[in-house]
């Protein structure tokens, strides 16, 4: 961090600051110039509110931090990618690695339906939600427990490893006992008592950026769960809020190659929240797979137009298997592997 | 709702829309014109997303939603004003009421201090932090129960009620053990299993405006509280997520009108979070008076540049004294009170 | 500025950079500490996108700017207040300078009509527009000269200065020989070749925030005209666009003291535009006179239902007389003079 | 569009709704139902603003357009894909067009070197500004004719089409002489004037959207020209204003494939100015290639660190050859020809 005091400012005020950076454990390096002196801040772990604190004192005129308040999630603090591992599957490698399914668990039939439709058309993970974040208390909540159970169900009938999300510090050892990856949803991309539980499990976790979370602050989430001991996180974007309306959020897909230089954390995106019409899922996903994209999550329902939530947003079973044809031919071009088409009956435990 | 079918919709959509309303509960009324057929939907409690549905059908145009999603939330529900009453203290009446202290409770001394000066300035209640929602892991934390009972402890010698935040569901006992208001954050406006939580407790809560959330969410996030039981509730706007950086958020007092005219919910404001910026604590706070909140939550603290967390917010003592005498012209001038003065030595039971 | 070298950055990196800025007419101050290097960059006029060059070299970092991009518009270059002097009227002393007519002029009746009820009531200037931005090339775009004409009446009649807006670079002169003030739009913030035209004018300019402008680039907006020769600018706070729909935009408040701490133009809000809803206005007015604002602009007519553009945000004659009234005693408050009562026959030349 | 009554509306109010119609050509189409009124308007071309004014009517509870402000710009009035002629370069057809060259026209011998580097990795049309927007003026503002000299020099000796911008009504005549598409800026996408100008050229027009524009705006903005009498409206998706600043701006992908269902007008992105950083560059042209874009505007420099503006967000000659290459695999995924890579010392005329 660098200390700029005002032009004019006192002997008294500079040796004020480098007294206090003193007492919080920091050395300093003091550079006295023509107009103005500035301090550099020594130290390894120059805690994330130092600046605000130092623009406090009289005399400083601004404070520039240069290091990232990250670590754990930091490219510079680990330079390979990380490859979050699933069975045979490697999330962060050279396979572009799909996930579908629908946004909510609704039958044990309806689940198994789409898993098998999914894994037909290339699906490599099936995605489902048993607890559902819902704006309006008055909306369908999910089924809870017997979700992950059709999710399971699915999951050995189809040899697709399951991703559903978890809401509650209280849901946690439960959900995890069934799924192979724990989402975190955007609205709770900040609830940091749900983070540093995802950091006590021994299974993957998928955080979604919040929808008007900073980059910054995204890794910022994930370190937490990092800190807390769990390394295998996968970084979802899904779409921020901006001032337009056309689409339910602006997805952001410069965020992947920002995100891809300052850590090394895998990422995918979601089309489906990131737009909220069906039409926009597969011209966006195509785009996150040229853009550098780890994957993709997509909501697919084999009767969108009675699904029970998002079914505005999902694919039919038809309109998956297109897109995932179309979207192999990007995934070469990038050099990204897409895998191999499994036979809709195949994949059975 | 209305539902517009696009020109030249055949009659066999017509009916198809129909039927998917009455299978939903619904009934119709159809007004077929020269141009295009429009579909009323008629029945209590439209799902919130059920115009999304109606728009995946053929021949479906739009869907205009007419009333609101929420209910218990709003004015048309309830006319008159909801006041929350803790002890003598009535919020959402003619009083104005300020509530202070520092945003994380350190020390039993610094809580007490504060409360003192608080109180003596014309603060009504004792705001501090225990369970602290930090951006990096790295940071100060917050006491937990030490703090719970260091505020108890302050309320016992200064007469204060206190809040505090509540950050997950694990905590909400323990915490309404303690606290006199229940108050959830903003990054929990949507953590929707700690609302539900919150609609349990016989405390009043303070609903903070999530730092990306439109008015609307906000009320909903109100009617999970309100819906599963608690009708204590009083909303909190804290400024928003724009894309200017000069200060922290952005206040949106337009919010503060707008929400007197949808919801009977008492609504105070925080300049302190709602600017990060001390200087500019004192005219948010007059201008909140002057467009009509019932309150403000303001962070005070004895040596804000020695603070744990938020310093650079926080006015010092003396400058929230100057503050309130300000304040009181303008609360004055547009006929609310901000109470009787007390004496620093008064109120101790 | 300051220039933060990588850790690792090699000395020929270092004089290269060292290098560049000479070039440029800077000069360096090196400062070599244990892990990097920093070197800060001295001369008088540093270009605003030094930076943005600098960091592009090998070996560099980060760089950091000290200094603001503006110059003529910052309060370090001139402490004290400016004050727009108009005939008797001073807008940026103790006067709370109310600016107020319809959004376009129509008629010589309406216009005259509404200047006459707006100075009974208190206003002090005239405003109505001649030539309309209008987002639909298929709306009412002014009367153009006619237009101007009847403001011009309506001042020769009730002894009222005016100011109205000017949308191109070829109608400057003329809207010139007519007005008061010149308004400069929200939508021409960034109209350079406008604001050069602006400075050229011996007449007062009125600035409006752009829409989605920061407060940096507001300000070198006025810097433009500054630097064109013309020091006579009022900045106008009139609302930003967020993702909140409630309001049409979001009346950024904080804005104000924020802008008088950096600069020492005056600056009055237009909540009319602001909110986009007449029943907004005057809550938002008190609020504004609360924060610390040199003055409002508000859109009047006597018949808002009929009027050619924004009725919505317009207030009838006797909502804007009682919106002054209540105006009164916030800014008696604050300490700023609204000034004394007109008669409603007064005033004519 | 749909006029809703409040339930419990009279007689005289729907009656008043009716007249007022009326009145302002507009016939009526009413059904009454249980609980409300609603009153459907009919007439061709309802004014935009239609809406507001009915609803502050008494006894209106909301209004609900229901067909799209512009008209021309829409793929309702023109099914079909308009193609932007420029010699043999076929603009919204099969091909995907790359413009490119620097920000700012610098010497001669810069724009001609980098036209022809930019001719031999593929580019079709030629860029470079000779009038610049910069939001300083302290900073270049451009060679102005002498500028527009070198590009027509470059074009001679290559033989690619220009492009550059045009920032005042007063210099479109002559810019309108020199180029082949005039580009209006994201700065002037509101400047009317300018927008009646570029109606009024016999050449083709570049509209980039304005950084705070929504999708409707943009739309209509493009209808000013088309009203204008100009069918020749290339749009351009250049970055939007969101609160992430890690990137200069927000490139929305998703508005391409929103556009093209709204509209029959070709669309490119401008990943340079939508990033403001050179390494996302290809990754995001990539992605709007990826999309469904029509090509692509790119600033590409000999020398980027030296370039008197937008450096930072330029390629090198090497780098824009790179990621040529690239792209050539995309749009060969998606069907769209990149064209024949020309030899560099060809295309003289």
Redesign the interface.
Known sequence: M?V?MRNGATLEQIEHVIERLRESGYRE?V?T????T?I?V?GS?I???LG??L???PGV??T?R?SK??KLASRDFKPVNTVVQIGDLAIGSDEFVVMAGPCSVESREQVLQTARAAKAAGARVLRGGAYK???????F?GLGEEGLQYLADAREKTGLPIITEV?????VALVAQYTDILQLGT??M?????LRAMGQVNKPVMLKRG??A????WL?AA??IL??GNSQVILCERG????????RN?????????VK?LSHLPVVADPSH??GKW??VP??A???????ADGLLIEVHPD??A?L????QSLNLDNFAAMMS?LR??T???GRSLGQLASASGGGR
């Open positions: 660098i700029v390096q550079s110039g023509e107009e103005r500035v550099g020594i772990g805690a994330p509110d605000e604190k623009e406090m004192l005129e601004s520039h240069i308040p990250y974040p819902r704006t309006s208390p008055y909306s909540q809401l509650d510090t209280a849901d609205r709770n900040q609830n940091f008592a749900l929808m008007s900073t980059i910054e602050e910022m370190e937490y800190h807390a921020i809020r901006t001032f337009e309306t056309a689409a602006t997805l952001d897909l410069s965020a992947i190659p920002i230089r990131g737009t039409y926009l011209p966006m195509m785009a996150a797979a040229a853009v550098g969108p137009d699904a939530s998002d079914g505005p179309d031919r990007v070469d071009a990038v």
